[in-house]
C-alpha cells in the first residue's frame, strides 16, 4: 500500500478512510471489529470517528462509535498499524458543544478514554465554532500536542475564509495549524470544494480527506427511485436531496464507466474523488465485508482521460 502524508504533519495515511460512523449505530460490535481487521488486513491503516457517532440515534448519546474502535483495538498488536482520527465540536447535550479550551480539554480526555489510546493521532474540530476566538481554539489544540495527547490537528466543515484566518492565526502565533481538511465532496457535491477550498489547501499544502464520498450511499447506485428510500436507515434524506435530474444523470455516467471498466458504480465515485487533485484520502463507510471488499478494491481503479472527462461532464454544477 502506498501511503501518502497527511498535509505537513508525520502522519503516513493510506489513500483511503474508513468511516467509523457507522460503528455502533447500523453495524453491531462484533462486525464492527470484523470490517476493522479486514481493513487493516488489505493493508489499509485510516480510521476516522468523532465523539458525536451516533448520538443522532434513539438511545444513543454519542461516543458509540469511539467506544467499538477502543474495544477493538484493546485487543492488542493494532495501535502501531492505524492512524486514529477523531473530532470535537459537535453538540453533545447538556451544554457540551463548541471549540472553546475548556470544552476541547474536557472532550479529547473523553476520547482517549473511549478510545484507549494515549494519543489520538489527527484531532479535528468537527465545525467552526465563530463564537471562540480561532486563536483561542488552536492555542488549546497546541497544548494538546505539546503535552504528546495528539500528534496533528484538522479542520472539518471550515469555510476557505475561515480556515485561511485560521493558518494564518497558526503563523503569526506560532502554533499547529490544521494539517488536513474534512470537507463535503463527492461527483454530486462539487462547487464549495472546488471553487473554494481545493485551491487553498492546494496551495497551503492541507491534506483533505473529504467525506461522504458515496453521497450517503446514493452514488452505488442503490437509490434510483422514490421507492428505495426506504432501504437504509438514511434513505429518505439520501433520495430528497440526490433524486433529482442530475443525479440521475451522474448514475448514467457511473453505470456507463463501471460497465467499461469492469467494476460497479460506487466504486467509480470513490476513485474519481481519489483521482481529484489535492485530496489525499476520502472517506467512506461499509457496513458489511462485501461492501468494505468494494472499498478496497476501489482503491486500486485507476480512471483512463476518457472516464474521467465523461464523469465531469454528468456532475459538473451548472
Excluded at 457507522?22 to 479486514?38: M, N, P, Q
Excluded at 479542520?155 to 503563523?171: D, F, I, K, P, T
Excluded at 429518505?236 to 455516467?253: C, D, M, Q, S, V
Excluded at 478494491?297 to 456532475?315: M, T, V
Amino acid at each position: 500500500m502506498q501511503l501518502r502524508t497527511l498535509g505537513l504533519s508525520p502522519l503516513q495515511v493510506s489513500p483511503l478512510c474508513l468511516g467509523g460512523n457507522v460503528f455502533g449505530w447500523t453495524v453491531d460490535e462484533r462486525t464492527s471489529f470484523s470490517l476493522l481487521d479486514a481493513w487493516l488486513d488489505a493493508g489499509f491503516n485510516f480510521i476516522d470517528t468523532a465523539d458525536t457517532y451516533s448520538r443522532w440515534a434513539p438511545g444513543h448519546v454519542g461516543g458509540e462509535s469511539e467506544t467499538v474502535i477502543g474495544k477493538w483495538l484493546a485487543q492488542g498488536g493494532r495501535r502501531d498499524r492505524v492512524v486514529i482520527a477523531t473530532k470535537v465540536g459537535m453538540d453533545m447535550g447538556e451544554g457540551r458543544v463548541g471549540l472553546k479550551p475548556a470544552r476541547i480539554r474536557e472532550a479529547v480526555e473523553q476520547s482517549l478514554r473511549r478510545l484507549q489510546v494515549d494519543c489520538i493521532d489527527l484531532y479535528q474540530a468537527h465545525k467552526d465554532d465563530e463564537d471562540t476566538p480561532l486563536e483561542e481554539t488552536l492555542e488549546a489544540f497546541g497544548a494538546l500536542v505539546k503535552q504528546g495527547k495528539v500528534r496533528a490537528i484538522g479542520a472539518s466543515n471550515y469555510s476557505a475564509a475561515r480556515l485561511s484566518q485560521a493558518l494564518e492565526a497558526s503563523r503569526r502565533l506560532g502554533l499547529p495549524r490544521y494539517e488536513s481538511l474534512q470537507p463535503l465532496y463527492n461527483l454530486y457535491d462539487r462547487a464549495v470544494f472546488e471553487r473554494e477550498l481545493q485551491p487553498l489547501c492546494e496551495r497551503e499544502r492541507i491534506g483533505v480527506i473529504s467525506f461522504y464520498a458515496l453521497a450517503a450511499g446514493f452514488l452505488t447506485g442503490k437509490y434510483r427511485s422514490e421507492a428505495d428510500a426506504g432501504l437504509s436507515a438514511r434513505g429518505a434524506n439520501t433520495t430528497k436531496k440526490y433524486l433529482n435530474e442530475r443525479g440521475l444523470e451522474i448514475l448514467a455516467a457511473l453505470d456507463e464507466v463501471a460497465g467499461r471498466v469492469g467494476c460497479k458504480p460506487g466504486q467509480v465515485a470513490v476513485a474519481w474523488v481519489m483521482a481529484q487533485p489535492g485530496v489525499t484520502a476520502p472517506i467512506a463507510s461499509a457496513t458489511s465485508l462485501a461492501q468494505l471488499e468494494e472499498l478496497v478494491a476501489a482503491a486500486r481503479i485507476r480512471l483512463d482521460d476518457e472516464a474521467l472527462r465523461r464523469l465531469d461532464q454528468a456532475s459538473r454544477e451548472g
